[in-house]
């Protein structure tokens, strides 16, 4: 198998993007609150195995950690690449099936976000002369559209 590049981008002190250079799961993103939700996602498991790691987020190429490291994340950073390219390499799938069994009906999510948009987010942006408007909700990604 040929290398696998990882590019670490760094955001804050607590999160941290790691760009890798094909997908780690294509077309879909999951979230792992912690470390009892990523049970049976080989990658989820590997980065919360790594001391400090609070949260993992996978979207398509880009895996985004959240770890309490006061800014220091080069430590981090190798582990974090580590475990991408021995899953990566292994042929295992990053993330469990089981995984997307547990995510929200699209319907019910649409209400949700909606709900929120309404009551939270557009008063707010309205008074600045914008609005936020739901255009649809695939699997668990909402997509908005903005202006103002």
Same mark, same amino acid.
């Given at each position: 198998?040929?290398e696998i590049?990882?590019t670490?981008?760094?955001?804050d =002190? $607590? $999160?941290c993007r790691?760009?890798?250079?094909?997908p780690?799961?294509?077309?879909?993103?999951?979230?792992?609150?912690?470390?009892?939700?990523?049970?049976?996602?080989a990658?989820?498991?590997?980065?919360?195995?790594?001391q400090?790691?609070?949260?993992?987020?996978?979207?398509? =190429?880009v895996?985004?950690?959240?770890a309490? $490291?006061?800014?220091?994340?080069?430590?981090?950073?190798?582990?974090?690449?580590?475990?991408?390219?021995?899953?990566?390499?292994?042929?295992?799938?990053?993330?469990?099936?089981?995984?997307?069994?547990?995510?929200?009906?699209?319907?019910?999510?649409?209400?949700?976000?909606?709900?929120?948009l309404?009551?939270?987010? =557009?008063?707010?942006?309205?008074?600045?002369?914008?609005?936020?408007?739901?255009?649809?909700?695939?699997? =668990?990604?909402?997509?908005?559209?903005?202006?103002?």
């Open positions: 198998m040929e590049h990882i670490a981008e760094p955001k =002190n $607590t $999160t790691f760009v890798v250079d094909r780690v799961y294509p077309d879909g993103s999951v979230f792992f609150a912690d470390k009892t939700k990523a049970a049976g996602s990658l989820a498991e590997k980065l919360f195995a790594i400090s790691v609070d949260s993992v987020l996978i979207q398509d =190429n895996v985004t950690v959240t309490p $490291t006061g800014g220091d994340w080069m430590p981090i950073a190798k582990s974090v690449g580590s475990a991408l390219r021995e899953v990566l390499g292994s042929g295992k799938s990053p993330v469990a099936e089981s995984v997307l069994s547990l995510l929200p009906d699209a319907a019910e999510l649409k209400t949700q976000v909606q709900e929120i309404n009551k939270e987010i =557009n008063p707010a942006v309205a008074a600045h002369g914008g609005w936020v408007e739901l255009i649809d909700v695939s699997k =668990n990604e909402v997509f908005i559209r903005m202006g103002g």
